[in-house]
């Protein structure tokens, strides 16, 4: 079995600061991981993936997060975001021997300041 | 293609009552699934399919019924609605039943009360 940790339930930021989601996990296995967005009132999206090779992995609009095997962790990072990033943001992760049974973190609101 | 589509967006019940979520999708998805969205809890798998006439449990199982006798539709069964099933329903499907092969495709969700 596997487990995801958001310890930060809401990060309000300023727009064009920085801002790192954090994500850690638990497995006894090889896992994937994922970062899927949540817009108000809207199903959720995937923003980004970690299969294999290299460990920093980047979405189209500037996300990227970095997985990191000893610290079990894949921190979302952005280095200067807009109102528009304002959404719930959910680190997830599957073992890559099984079926599509993915498992979610509780999310992180990250709310941008004008 | 209209993606994922839920039917009903909102709907409120009594305790007791039973319904049904619908759930299609248009892009002949393989694999599908539903989830259930509560405060501080994340999403949790209630039942997935790998194909028309497959289902299996996810983590919290009790209290639904799923079955898939076509690839396009997967409908929710609640048997007799309780308080604790006041969510956010969502359903997600997948071109492939493998995670690295392809990304989830959700729903836009049905937000459920139970009185």
């Known amino acids: 079995a596997q487990s995801v940790t958001q310890l930060d339930s809401q990060v309000p930021v300023f727009e064009e600061a920085p801002v790192e989601l954090r994500c850690n996990y638990s497995?006894?296995?090889?896992?994937?991981l994922f970062w899927y967005v949540q817009y108000p009132n809207q199903g959720l999206q995937l923003l980004l993936k970690y299969l294999s090779g290299s460990t920093l992995v980047k979405s189209i609009n500037g996300f990227e997060a970095e997985f990191n095997k000893s610290q079990t962790s894949f921190h979302l990072r952005k280095p200067s975001v807009h109102i528009s990033d304002t959404a719930e943001y959910f680190c997830a992760v599957s073992d890559t021997g099984g079926y599509q049974k993915v498992t979610f973190g509780t999310g992180t609101k990250l709310q941008v300041i004008p | 293609n209209a993606g994922v589509t839920q039917t009903p967006k909102f709907q409120v019940l009594k305790t007791g009552q039973s319904m049904t979520l619908q759930c299609a999708q248009d892009?002949?998805?393989?694999?599908m699934s539903w989830y259930r969205q509560d405060p501080g809890m994340g999403l949790r798998l209630i039942h997935y399919s790998v194909g028309a006439g497959i289902t299996d449990q996810g983590e919290v199982p009790n209290g639904y019924n799923v079955s898939r006798s076509t690839t396009e539709d997967f409908p929710l069964r609640l048997l007799s609605a309780a308080p604790s099933q006041t969510s956010v329903y969502f359903c997600?499907?997948?071109?492939?039943?493998?995670?690295?092969?392809?990304?989830?495709?959700f729903g836009n969700g049905t937000r459920l009360t139970v009185t």
């Open positions: 997600a499907s997948s071109r492939d039943r493998r995670s690295y092969n392809s990304p989830l495709h």
């Open positions: 892009m002949n998805h393989e694999y």
């Open positions: 497995s006894s296995v090889s896992v994937y």
